[in-house]
């Protein structure tokens, strides 16, 4: 009973990885459905939550104030960002001219989107016209698909300000 419990826990922990990158989706970039019930569900709660904060002058402020709060506004933890880097392991790497369901990470903070040679980009990234600052990053990390529709990266991003500020910290300290 506790094999088949275990092994039930590492096929889900396994399912979970890969739907988190894409599970190399195709070049059409498309998300998985779950996904997309996923956002749904998280925008519905989102919705019913605005009216109030617009309710309240002070709640709207300190909402636009974080909305603001950049990656050069935040304190940061170059080890606590190497942590979050886990949740990036399952489709890229660090190691120059190593690609795998996504490109790799190499020297990405003042890359040029869509440059890493050898990696089949979408158009939308091809395109985008976009460098990787730190604050681009920062951006970006927090909803990929909302900051560059079409992009193939399927991962939803990290809603946590801190963790992205703290990830985007550790990409920038591996730059050679």
Not at 83 to 94: G, T
Not at 133 to 142: A, N, P, Q
Not at 149 to 157: I, N, Q
Request: charged residues 20%; negative net charge.
């Amino acid at each position: 009973m506790k094999r088949t419990t275990l092994l039930s826990a590492i096929a889900l922990a396994s399912l979970v990885t890969v739907s988190a990158c894409g599970g190399g989706a195709g070049a059409d970039g498309a998300a998985p459905a779950a996904e997309e019930t996923t956002a749904a569900a998280e925008a519905a709660p989102a919705a019913e939550a605005t009216p109030a904060a617009e309710a309240t002058p002070a709640a709207a402020d300190a909402a636009a104030a974080g909305a603001t709060a950049g990656f050069a506004g935040m304190t940061t933890d170059v080890k606590a960002g190497e942590k979050v880097f886990a949740l990036c392991k399952s489709c890229h790497v660090l190691e120059e001219g190593v690609n795998r369901v996504g490109p790799s990470l190499y020297n990405v903070v003042g890359r040029k989107s869509g440059s890493v040679a050898g990696y089949s980009y979408s158009e939308a990234n091809k395109n985008s016209g976009v460098t990787w600052t730190t604050d681009v990053l920062f951006k970006y990390l927090e909803d990929p698909k909302g900051f560059m529709p079409g992009t193939k990266m399927a991962f939803p991003g990290i809603k946590d300000a801190q963790d992205r500020a703290n990830l985007v910290a550790y990409l920038e300290s591996t730059k050679k």
